[in-house]
């Protein structure tokens, strides 16, 4: 496994969630994710995406299928960042629909604790139709902002 | 620019530094990268200044790949932007470097966070294109 077991509680939170894909130009492409899932058995990750965002996402996966999943918790800023190698998309389950909204009420109370907007939140990245893109993680990053970050994090390490 | 595209000056309350903004990077061997970024900084009508803090992989791409691609959000209106930019120097002193740093600290005491929050070097951007997401 590449991803450390104690990475799945963390998962589980209501994190900032980002996506990225590159074309062979190297011009990337974020996208905004509204929610996750992780099976730690097989390492994969679906990302849940508002297929508004992903327009230029699926051009590139078709060109070169990496992907890349950054999940950062508001409070601490502890951050981590997912690549690997990108496997399929489908639409949304109406299940991983009802998680997403879930997932979105979570995080934009976080953020209104701390004085932004939720509706403005929800104005900005909740777009329906919503698409499920999974990847086999293959590197894990820490991505905490400290001297130092960016380093591969390896399965066994706390 | 074309009509589609936005200008620098329309989206001045994203640059402010109220909510972060997400940057993405690209290896030479294509492999993409993600992250938050404290401070994207107006420095001219095609020009800004994002925050170098630590040596990351960002940083690591951007002197091979010049090319960024960053989302903004308008704390106002609550408006994504995409800006896709070009690298072009590091700036370690100057006028454009102090700003910088005077702002990253304000952040980091009202965040209590000063350790994350010292500037390195103000890295300067040529803007390419804004467009409402």
Request: some cysteine.
């Amino acid at each position: 496994m590449v991803v450390p077991a104690w990475h799945v509680e963390f998962l589980k939170q209501p994190l900032s969630l980002w996506i990225a894909t590159t074309n062979m130009e190297n011009v990337p492409e974020p996208a905004k994710c509204t929610g996750i899932s992780f099976d730690p058995e097989t390492d994969t990750f679906t990302c849940f995406v508002p297929s508004k965002f992903t327009v230029k996402t699926f051009k590139d996966l078709k060109e070169n299928p990496i992907m890349t999943l950054v999940g950062v918790e508001l409070h601490t800023y502890e951050g981590y960042q997912y690549k690997g190698q990108y496997l399929f998309q489908r639409e949304c389950t109406q299940k991983e629909i009802d998680y997403q909204y879930k997932y979105m009420k979570e995080f934009t109370d976080i953020l209104e604790s701390f004085g932004y907007s939720g509706p403005g939140y929800w104005k900005a990245y909740i777009h329906p139709p919503f698409i499920a893109l999974s990847f086999k993680a293959t590197q894990v990053f820490d991505q905490s902002p400290k001297v130092g970050t960016g380093g591969e994090i390896k399965t066994g390490q706390s | 620019m074309n009509k589609s595209q936005v200008k620098l000056e329309e989206i001045m309350p994203a640059l402010q530094g109220v909510i972060p903004s997400i940057v993405a990077t690209s290896s030479l061997d294509h492999i993409p990268n993600v992250t938050y970024i404290s401070q994207i900084y107006y420095v001219d009508t095609n020009h800004v200044a994002l925050s170098y803090q630590f040596f990351n992989k960002t940083i690591k791409n951007v002197r091979e790949n010049p090319v960024l691609v960053a989302i903004l959000t308008c704390p106002v209106h609550y408006s994504l932007y995409k800006m896709t930019l070009r690298y072009q120097e590091s700036q370690t002193s100057g006028e454009i470097f102090d700003n910088m740093s005077m702002q990253l600290d304000a952040l980091a005491i009202s965040q209590k966070k000063e350790h994350i929050f010292k500037l390195r070097a103000a890295d300067i951007y040529e803007v390419i294109s804004i467009i409402h997401v």
